[in-house]
């Protein structure tokens, strides 16, 4: 990891291989997974309970957005990124202005979404 601090992440991702992928990808960064889910419904649970420093967002779950997790996000001041097929196109409305990681993405291109969400929110 480069000089990040370990983070506990919130993954939401419907796509089995992906959600793997990404969660290797972030133990190698030194990250830990607190959760990782495939439903809007589960993910609006763990956004409002769970002790999360950071989320990645699948804006599409099997025909359903996850907007409604990142209001939840955001109300609780906590950095999230978009993870999508469609890169910022696919932000609608309130969220245009988000950080979005088009798929597929490189390990380098997650470190520093992950840096500039966090330094964002707290700068």
Known sequence: MTG????????????????????DLLSEMGHRVVACVARV???????EQADIDFAILDINLGG????PVAEIL?????PFVFATGYGIDGL??????ELALQKPYEPWELERVIAKACARLSG
């Open 74 to 78: 955001r109300r609780r001041g906590i």
């Open 41 to 47: 419904d589960e993910a609006i649970n763990v956004a």
């Open 4 to 23: 990040q601090q370990a983070r506990r992440v919130l993954i939401v991702e419907d796509e089995v291989l992906v959600a793997m992928l990404l969660e």
């Open 92 to 97: 609608a409305g309130e969220f245009r202005n």
């Open 64 to 67: 359903v957005k996850s907007f």
